[in-house]
Nanobody
Framework: QVQLVESGGGLVQPGGSLRLSCAASGSIFEIYAMGWYRQAPGKQRELVARITSGGSTMYADSVKGRFTISRDNAKSTVYLQMNSLKPEDTAVYYC?????????WGQGTQVTVSS
C-alpha cells in the first residue's frame, strides 16, 4: 500500500510559477513510476508528466518547455515545477504511483492561474 500526499497548489498569476510536491509513504518508492495528472472542471483527467523508476521523463505537448518533473528517492517525493503558467493550466493536480498491477492516486491539489 502506498499513500500519496500532494502539496504546493494555490493561486498564481499568469506567467508565474509553482512547485508541486507529492510525498509517498508505505512502500519502496524508487520502484514506482510516478506521474502528475490534472483535471479541469468539465474535462477528463489528463496526463501532464511522468517519470520512470530509472528517471526517464515524458510530458504532454501542452506543458513541454514549461513544466519539469523530478524525483528524490531519498525523500520519497516527486515534484512538478511549473513555470510560465497559463489560465488553461487551472485544474486539480493529482499524483499517481504505478508498479506492476499496483496503482495509487493522491487526493489532489488545486492550481488556479488567474489575474
Amino acid at each position: 500500500q502506498v499513500q500519496l500526499v500532494e502539496s504546493g497548489g494555490g493561486l498564481v498569476q499568469p506567467g508565474g510559477s509553482l512547485r508541486l510536491s507529492c510525498a509517498a509513504s508505505g512502500s519502496i518508492f524508487e520502484i514506482y513510476a510516478m506521474g502528475w495528472y490534472r483535471q479541469a472542471p468539465g474535462k477528463q483527467r489528463e496526463l501532464v508528466a511522468r517519470i520512470t523508476s530509472g528517471g526517464s521523463t515524458m510530458y504532454a505537448d501542452s506543458v513541454k518547455g514549461r513544466f519539469t518533473i523530478s524525483r528524490d528517492n531519498a525523500k520519497s517525493t516527486v515534484y512538478l515545477q511549473m513555470n510560465s503558467l497559463k489560465p488553461e493550466d487551472t485544474a486539480v493536480y493529482y499524483c499517481r504511483a504505478r508498479w506492476d498491477e499496483y496503482d495509487y492516486w493522491g487526493q489532489g491539489t488545486q492550481v488556479t492561474v488567474s489575474s
